[in-house]
Structures are given as structure tokens and as C-alpha cells.
């Protein structure tokens, strides 16, 4: 069993900063990939950025390349999302999920565990 907690979110004017953390427990984290999606109302879950075991590798949705990070670090068994240059369109409940065996890493089925979420809202 895994689990997930996300924090870091709330309101902020457009053009602003936050900084997501997801923290993992129940397993070891430094074997699986991360990922952050998420979700505004009356949308569908969309993928934000993937980070494979190691922190080698990175992927993001077109929306946020440039201006999203993800980063992890293993022993704290926490990953990231540095948000920059935020939107409005970026307001949405954002939720880190742990990578599954199978599925698209850039659809929520290829996703096994999720966090409950955390909320970003950006005013313009």
C-alpha cells in the first residue's frame, strides 16, 4: 500500500509561484515514477509532468513546458512541482499518483495510487 500527500497549494496572482510537494509513504519511493496531474471543474484529469525513479528523466504536458519543474528527492521519499509564470488557466486541484506497470504515462490509467489532491488557484 501506498500513500500520497500533497501540499503547497492555494491562491496566488497570475504571474506568481507556488511550489507542490507530494510525500510518499508505505513503500519505497526511489523505485517508482511520479507523476502530477490535474484537474479543474467540469474537466477532465490532464497530465502535468512525469519524473522516472531516478530523477533522470522528465516529461510535461505542452501547457507547462518552461514554466513547470518536477524534481524528487529519494531520501525525504518527496517530489515536487515548482510552478512559475502561473495562469489562470492553471487553477485546478492538482494530484500526484505514483507511476503503474502498464498504461500511457501521460493518461490517468497509467497511474496506480493517488494523493487526495491539493488546490491551486490563480487570480488574474
Known amino acids: 500500500q501506498v500513500q500520497l500527500v500533497e501540499s503547497g497549494g492555494g491562491l496566488v496572482q497570475a504571474g506568481g509561484s507556488l511550489i507542490l510537494s507530494c510525500t510518499a509513504s508505505?513503500?519505497?519511493?526511489?523505485?517508482?515514477?511520479m507523476g502530477w496531474f490535474r484537474q479543474a471543474p467540469g474537466k477532465e484529469r490532464e497530465f502535468v509532468a512525469l519524473?522516472?525513479?531516478?530523477?533522470?528523466?522528465?516529461y510535461y504536458a505542452d501547457s507547462v513546458k518552461g514554466r513547470f519543474t518536477i524534481s524528487r528527492v529519494n531520501w525525504k521519499n518527496t517530489m515536487y512541482l515548482e510552478m512559475n509564470r502561473l495562469k489562470p488557466e492553471d487553477t485546478a486541484q492538482y494530484y500526484c499518483a505514483r507511476r503503474g506497470i502498464s498504461g500511457s504515462y501521460n493518461t490517468p490509467s497509467g497511474y496506480d495510487y493517488w494523493g487526495q489532491g491539493t488546490q491551486v488557484t490563480v487570480s488574474s
Open positions: 508505505g513503500r519505497t519511493f526511489s523505485n517508482d515514477g
Open positions: 519524473i522516472t525513479y531516478s530523477g533522470g528523466t522528465t
